[in-house]
């Protein structure tokens, strides 16, 4: 696949990342107890990451790519100043199928990598490179993406036993999408540490990334470390989890939350919740003069409305109503907006998700939402890259935690009733 024949334009926010230096000496830091003869780093860019190895590991062969011929001469100087005797630079795309480092180089012991996150038009020879990794399996035709084929770039020039660290984007470590690609990962290798990076990590972005460590070819992964990386006060204690947990997310938030839940915590689903998300966009909803509840009107809790709804509104249109509870499908504070209704009627916008329970459970459902673990595992289990976005399946599973819920619960079950309950 010459660069003749494919062309991408690299455009758009999520395809400039820099990796900054305190990002590039974390993942370095990761390393101490390897001895690297070669290092591998494709889409090496100014070598922020390489540099960061160098520090470490100065006499080892350093080999980079880059389609990039602006940052060539850079990156070079970079790696000299850092004391690497041994550079060979790569004016190339990683994308390319034919890109052949082995042959001329061996495998390689340690590879990092800052991969483009986008998705490139469909090509095949994608799949020969997903192939060769033994990925192709865990991905779909709509689910190949510039860093999947970068990751598996690595793998393919990578020993058995060598090892990669990676910076990924939240949907590889979170996605559902992306479940099937975390268990090839735990299962046919050992993935030792994943760190959960802050949101502005990275210049001109809030996407929120990983670290992701692995060994190639030591699966399964029997335990995997999590950590998380904060500016001020560095990298949290450490969290571990089994490999099989590993295959829903890799992420520190998640997990965190997860272990500090009570064993009697109840999910809306087992309350038989019905989950609704409004259908009204938001320019559409600047021109109604009915009332609507959307992502703004949080500024209380406990909401009144006044006025009428049109008698011909669309069936298709969502109505919350008294004791609807309203939460934030998507926003950069979701997880704090949650209200319910005490009077009226309003139409929905498709920001906002309408939660109806039973009336007994309404007001200790409505507690449990907006208690501080009830916020935590709501912001746990969100995905996206600035605006945070709740999805409606790991909503309906969220446990909740809450005295008034479980005493409710207790009541239903000396009924003789059972779990889930229907509305």
């Known amino acids: ?53 160098a520090g470490r590991w100065p006499l080892a062969d350093y080999v980079t790519v880059d389609k990039d011929l602006i940052c060539a001469s850079k990156l070079t100087d970079n790696l000299s100043k850092a004391g690497v005797k041994k550079h060979t630079h790569y004016t190339a795309d990683v994308l390319d199928s034919s890109l052949d480092l082995v042959s001329k180089h061996g495998l390689f012991d340690l590879a990092v990598c800052n991969p483009p996150f986008f998705k490139p038009p469909r090509h095949p020879e994608f799949y020969n490179i997903l192939s060769d990794a033994s990925l192709l399996d865990s991905v779909s035709d709509y689910d190949v993406t ?27 470590m979170t996605g559902k999408k992306t479940i099937a690609l975390r268990r090839a990962l735990i299962r046919q290798h050992r993935i030792e540490t994943v760190i959960q990076l802050p949101n502005n990590a990275f210049k001109d972005t809030d996407a929120y990334c990983f670290i ?30 089994d490999g ?12 965190l939350a997860q272990k500090s839940i009570d064993k009697d915590a109840i999910t809306l689903r087992q309350l038989g919740a019905e989950i609704r998300r409004g259908s009204l966009g938001t320019v559409e909803a600047r021109s109604k003069q009915f009332p609507i509840f959307h992502t703004t009107n949080y500024n209380q809790c406990r909401v009144c409305f006044e006025g009428d709804l049109p008698s011909d509104l669309n069936k298709k249109i969502v109505i ?3 004791g609807d509870i309203l939460v934030a499908r998507v926003d950069r504070n979701f997880h704090k907006k949650v209200a319910i209704v005490e009077r009226g009627r309003a139409v929905i916008t498709d920001c906002i998700y309408r939660v109806r329970v039973a009336k007994r459970f309404q ?28 999805g409606k399946a790991d909503f309906l599973d969220l446990p909740l935690e809450s005295k008034r819920l479980l005493l409710v619960s207790k009541e239903i079950l000396q009924e003789g009733k059972s779990f889930p309950l229907l509305l």
Do not use: W
């Not at 999947?148 to 990669?164: C, E, R, S, Y």
């Not at 992964?221 to 500016?231: D, M």
């Open 320 to 322: 919350a109503e008294q």
């Open 1 to 53: 696949m010459s660069a003749t024949k494919f062309t991408i334009k690299r455009i758009g926010i999520l395809n400039r990342f820099y990796t900054q230096s305190a990002v590039g000496q974390l993942l370095a830091d990761q390393l101490e107890n390897l001895n690297p003869s070669s290092v591998l780093d494709l889409g090496a860019g100014e070598g922020s990451l390489s540099v960061s190895i």
């Open 212 to 241: 992701l460590i692995l060994k190639k070819g030591f699966g399964a992964t029997k335990k995997i470390q999590l950590l998380e990386y904060n500016k001020v006060s560095g990298l949290s204690n450490p969290i571990y989890i």
């Open 363 to 390: 007001e200790a459902v409505f507690d449990a939402l907006r208690s501080p673990s009830g916020e935590a595992v709501m912001k746990a289990v969100s995905k996206g890259v600035s605006a945070r976005l709740l």
């Open 244 to 255: 099989v947990d590993g295959e829903c997310r890799l992420d520190y938030d998640f997990h």
């Open 146 to 172: 510039a860093e999947l084929v970068f990751l598996a770039q690595n793998l393919n020039m990578l020993k058995h036993g060598g090892t990669i660290a990676l910076i990924t984007p939240d949907g590889m």
